[in-house]
């Protein structure tokens, strides 16, 4: 993309990067002036997903819209599937320019957000709407999650979880049915709460799920909805079961920083305006939309159960393990460099408490049809 002008100031990072975004992305012509501008961008958007995947789908709303309501002012070429950018790269490639807009998680590459990775601690939201909601606020009004991004060399669009669903060959409806089961988990947090929970946390790639299931390596696993349809893995499972602990990985759509703020005041607009949307309901609609039409597939298959656990059962575990996991996240920022992690904790925490009325997960809403379709088990 070639930048007219920079309004403001542009990140060390991203200044070292500019010449690689001026020679992989596209142009922006005529001038720069606000109101009534001419200027057009187009926009390269990398991702490790297919097109299908439910966060692919939150993204394409938030392109497509951008690219109606700035008049096609804004256009996006998409590549999914790792075209152009490697999945563990997916930050560094946004922030040298190789992509402008990309989506990833920050447990991915957990050295560079310490503090957005605050809202991959389970079990201090049962939505996904909660926590979208509340991390947008939270970016609103902290200078040192802005901050974080601005040094990558990103600006947040927007952030959005991945709800946790247990899949195992027996059933799981408790913490002490985790006892001393092997189950794939990722992420510090999850794999600390198995952990906990008397269970055997083993890190896999999903990709190699299905083949360890066959083989006996593990007899369960910690993954989101869809990934039991795109992989297969319900031919190996029996039972589905939903802990109630939430959002266990987080997804965040950003922008390189340089570009956004190269961006004349309407295109910068529209953006703010997609993204603000995008984190007040838009993400949530799409993603229960999409795991919707997922649900239906998964009540065509010979799974035997599909079960939410109860609010004590959830309770236990939480009760068990949350006040270790919040330490955990306090001491890995605080390493990181983070200072005034207290502080950070209580307004992520004030935040998810203000949201009102959240939708409810389209999981779990699954798991009542399942019931009411397929009997209880």
């Not at 930050?91 to 320019?97: A, N, P, T, W």
């Not at 794999?191 to 946390?201: E, H, T, V």
């Amino acid at each position: 993309m070639r930048f007219t002008r920079f309004g403001g100031r542009v990140p060390a990072l991203v200044a070292a990067g500019l010449a690689a975004a001026l020679a992989f992305t596209g142009c922006s012509s005529g001038s720069s002036s606000g109101a009534g501008s001419t200027d057009t961008y187009d926009l390269t958007f990398s991702s490790f997903a297919p097109e299908t995947n439910p966060s692919a789908r939150v993204s394409e709303w938030f392109m497509s819209q951008v690219e109606q309501r700035s008049a096609g002012r804004i256009t996006f070429t998409r590549n999914w599937l790792e075209a152009g950018c490697p999945a563990a790269e997916l930050y560094q490639c946004v922030s040298d320019g190789r992509a402008d807009v990309v989506f990833s998680s920050p447990t991915y590459e957990p050295q560079k957000l310490p503090i957005t990775l605050v809202s991959a601690v389970p079990f201090v939201a049962n939505s996904t709407d909660e926590k979208t909601q509340a991390f947008y606020e939270l970016y609103q009004k902290e200078p040192a999650l802005q901050q974080e991004y601005e040094t990558a060399g990103m600006h947040l669009l927007g952030l959005w979880s991945v709800r946790l669903v247990l899949g195992s060959q027996e059933p799981i409806a408790s913490m002490a049915d985790l006892r001393g089961k092997s189950l794939r988990a990722t992420g510090d947090a999850m794999i600390n709460a198995i952990r906990a929970a008397g269970g055997n946390p083993v890190t896999l790639t999903v990709n190699e799920v299905y083949e360890s299931l066959q083989r006996g390596v593990i007899s369960g696993y910690g993954l989101d909805l869809a990934s039991n349809v795109n992989y297969n893995l319900y031919e190996q499972v029996d039972h589905l079961s939903d802990p109630n602990v939430g959002g266990f990985s987080p997804i965040n759509l950003v922008i390189n920083q340089g570009v956004y703020e190269s961006m004349d005041e309407d295109a910068r607009r529209v953006v703010d305006e997609v993204s603000r949307e995008l984190s007040t309901g838009e993400a949530v609609r799409s993603l229960n939309q999409t795991i919707s039409g997922i649900c239906d597939q998964i009540l065509k298959t010979d799974l035997e159960s599909y079960t939410v656990w109860s609010d004590a059962a959830t309770a236990e575990w939480r009760d068990r393990v949350l006040p270790d996991i919040e330490k955990g996240w306090k001491s890995t920022a605080t390493n990181a460099g983070v200072t005034d992690t207290d502080r950070l904790w209580d307004a992520w925490v004030a935040e998810l408490g203000a949201v009102q009325n959240p939708v409810e997960d389209a999981e779990v809403t699954c798991a009542k049809r399942f019931a009411q379709e397929r009997g209880a088990a």
